[in-house]
């Protein structure tokens, strides 16, 4: 691997003696107190992990190592002639929390490029599934069967040191990494076009050659993948598949078991399906207008029937975010440029202008802005890729980016096993009955 793998060593060393330190000196500090209401409510809102990789602020937006997403676009290197940046180099910011120069996102490329073959066996796992299969349940399916090429895994079978983990981990990231594309490109033309598949091209960038395995060749497309790939990759630890792939990785499942249970998770309508939720939304209204362009008033209208019916408005609203996502942002910025006169592309323009106020006026919504997800399915359909199911799967290609750079800094920081304490709901009416104070 070479130097970027060495250089990972050195920023991991460095940073586990600034841990310790701040255990020692500081570890009785109260980070945050937690209610009853986050106990039942999914934990929001609760401090409860280190995720180096990015830091969501719900003003802010997502930075990845302390960069905004426009700065990304900015300082990231990009493809020859392109504009938009390039994952490899995402990936290396993540890893080493440094910009890299075009260099090192080469020797990322090529490196993917040498460790993506998937071996025969993986596409007959594949095959003995039905074609009806979801693609997510393929994928995943994909990367179980990946999971007897871990390193990590015949190595700890052998007996490693812990502080070896790290090294292991990282091999199986950049091979899983690297295989991603050649998998999830094999579902789609498995399910979509009849079996016909497309070899991969060894000589172009990661997203490119994901592209045109996919069978999409025209350069915008790619310069979408570039950036699509780049903006689904991370979104600090909490959510449900960066959280579920550093959990069984906490465990020492190695990285194929470890991502296969975030994309099971990433599976759910509340999370990765999101996307296709939005665009089936539009698509529904368009039928039920009768048009492919409705008027702002229309939209309004058909918005108000949504939320009457006791249903969201998909793709509006975060967790966390309390403005517009800025993914949602460089994705019109991409749209303005390359497809501006798309019907679709402008209905999710125009839903924009009116879903905010409408929402915030039912006082019932903290964030009544779009999220990444309010986009992207348009600018895909714009291209061809109208097969929503899949929308999912290349989010997972793209999120693998995140979770696994992570995931190799929590081996190397040698973060432990993660066992919160639950309760019972006995307890918590002991707990209240005393007037908040636990009970013996």
């Known amino acids: 691997m070479g130097y970027v793998k060495d250089r990972f060593k050195a920023k991991a060393d460095e940073q586990n003696k600034e841990i310790k330190s701040i255990i020692e000196q500081h570890g009785n500090m109260v980070v945050g107190d937690v209610t009853l209401a986050q106990v039942y409510q999914g934990m929001r809102g609760i401090t409860g992990l280190v995720t180096e990789t990015s830091l969501l602020d719900a003003n802010e937006g997502i930075r990845f190592r302390g960069f905004s997403i426009p700065e990304l676009r900015e300082k990231l290197p990009k493809a020859e002639g392109g504009q938009e940046p390039l994952p490899e180099g995402l990936f290396y910011l993540m890893l080493i929390g440094e910009v890299p120069t075009e260099e090192e996102v080469e020797h990322i490329s090529e490196t993917w490029a040498r460790r993506s073959h998937v071996p025969n066996y993986v596409f007959d796992v594949i095959e003995a599934l039905p074609v009806s299969a979801h693609p997510m349940t393929q994928f995943i399916a994909a990367i179980l069967a990946l999971q007897t090429q871990s390193r990590f895994a015949k190595a700890y079978t052998e007996g490693i040191s812990k502080k070896d983990h790290w090294n292991y981990?990282?091999?199986?990231?950049?091979?899983?990494?690297?295989?991603?594309?050649?998998?999830?490109?094999?579902?789609?033309?498995?399910?979509?076009?009849?079996g016909d598949h497309i070899q991969p091209d060894g000589m172009l960038d990661w997203s490119a050659n994901f592209a045109h395995m996919l069978g999409f060749d025209e350069e915008s497309f790619k310069e979408l993948m570039r950036l699509y790939l780049t903006i689904h990759s991370d979104h600090e630890g909490g959510n449900v598949s960066a959280h579920a792939t550093h959990l069984v990785g906490s465990a020492l499942s190695d990285p194929f078991l470890s991502f296969a249970a975030g994309m099971a998770g990433l599976a759910g309508p509340l999370h990765g399906l999101a996307n296709q939720e939005v665009i089936r939304w539009i698509e529904e209204m368009c039928k039920e207008l009768n048009s492919d362009q409705p008027t702002k008033e229309q939209i309004a209208d058909y918005i108000h029937k949504t939320l009457t019916e006791g249903k969201v408005v998909p793709g509006y609203g975060h967790a966390v975010l309390r403005k517009t996502d800025p993914r949602f942002t460089a994705q019109m910025e991409f749209a303005k440029r390359h497809c501006p006169d798309d019907p679709t592309v402008k209905t999710v323009w125009n839903i924009y202008e009116v879903a905010p106020p409408i929402l915030e006026s039912t006082g019932k919504i903290k964030n009544p802005w779009p999220n990444v997800d309010a986009h992207s399915g348009a600018l895909l359909k714009h291209y061809g890729l109208v097969e929503e199911e899949f929308y999912t799967v290349l989010f997972g290609v793209s999120r693998a980016l995140g979770v696994l750079a992570s995931l190799c800094w929590d081996r190397a920081l040698g973060f432990p096993l993660e066992r919160p304490k639950s309760i019972t709901t006995e307890w918590a009416k002991k707990f209240v009955t005393a007037g908040e104070k636990v009970p013996e």
């Open 169 to 194: 981990v990282y091999e199986d990231t950049m091979d899983l990494i690297a295989r991603l594309p050649r998998v999830a490109a094999y579902i789609y033309r498995r399910k979509y076009k009849g």
